[in-house]
């Protein structure tokens, strides 16, 4: 009979961990849609503004914009790890920290920092690399303003000397199931070759240096918070996804454990029937 408390035991608990699991999911399923709706309605600003700036940019001359696009002999590297801060999300913080040692190595005897965006990032890679900071805060209020405020501290560290490289790591969502781990050169600005632009294309108020100058610190803005974006809506998806199968392993743990408490229990009263009858039959005879 102790064996069958014992499975008793293993079944509440079981059955509390499914509770758990299953509002998890619920509350991620939640928080995906909204979060799911604001990078879907972003992206398309997004693109039209880098296609615009393309576009301009295809045609300049001159210097314009220079201390975006200084093309230097990369020393110092600062990737930005973009993570969460809570896990339970299964594999969803480990790709992006497998991604940024794997950048990482690749700049092998250059200086390489780490500027860390969510707290499972900064808490894992502060082991093994340099963390020059960490902005987890940025997801209690996750808002254009502030996220305008780290793309302004990582293009003062590139414009300032301090970097030659800054690339973004982080997961683009793609579905509540599959995220997409992306490395993204942030600064300098990568060359544009446009072959079906011509100066035609724009009329031009104020001039197009000015515009592109407007321009370039709106477009790395953008870019950041729509990485930031994307990490959050994945997040959620990764959680509700690794909630689900969860719940659906507790629940086959829940059967699997009530099927053994059944035999144990038909036994044990198959086994008293026998003592009985056998009582029974010593006593007859």
Do not use: W
Request: glycine share 6%; hydrophobic share 40%; charged share 25%.
């Amino acid at each position: 009979m102790a064996n069958l408390k014992e499975i008793r035991n293993r079944i509440t608990s079981v059955q509390s961990t499914m509770q758990i699991t299953s509002a998890m999911k619920m509350v991620s399923a939640a928080k995906l849609k909204k979060a799911q709706d604001a990078i879907t309605a972003m992206r398309p600003y997004a693109e039209k503004l880098t296609e615009l700036l393309q576009s301009v940019s295809a045609t300049l001359e001159g210097d314009a914009g220079g201390q975006f696009t200084a093309q230097r002999e990369v020393n110092k590297v600062l990737v930005v790890v973009i993570t969460s801060n809570r896990g339970l999300c299964g594999a969803f913080n480990s790709n992006v920290i497998k991604q940024a040692k794997v950048v990482a190595e690749s700049y092998a005897g250059k200086q390489v920092d780490i500027f860390a965006i969510g707290k499972k990032g900064n808490d894992v890679l502060r082991k093994t690399n340099n963390v020059v900071a960490n902005q987890s805060e940025v997801f209690d209020k996750l808002t254009f303003d502030n996220v305008a405020e780290i793309a302004e501290a990582l293009t003062s560290k590139f414009t300032s000397g301090e970097y030659d490289k800054i690339e973004i790591i982080y997961n683009q969502f793609k579905n509540a199931a599959t995220q997409i781990v992306m490395t993204e050169q942030f600064l300098p600005l990568a060359p544009v070759v446009s072959e079906n632009t011509t100066a035609g294309d724009y009329i031009f108020e104020p001039s197009k240096e000015e515009i592109v100058l407007t321009l370039i610190p709106k477009s790395l803005k953008t870019q950041l918070y729509k990485a930031i974006r994307d990490s959050f809506a994945a997040e959620h998806g990764a959680r509700m996804t690794a909630m689900h199968k969860a719940t659906d392993n507790a629940t086959e743990l829940r059967n699997q454990l009530k099927l053994t408490y059944n035999k144990a229990r038909q036994a044990a009263i198959t086994g008293e029937i026998l003592e009985i009858v056998g009582g029974a039959e010593a006593l007859n005879g």
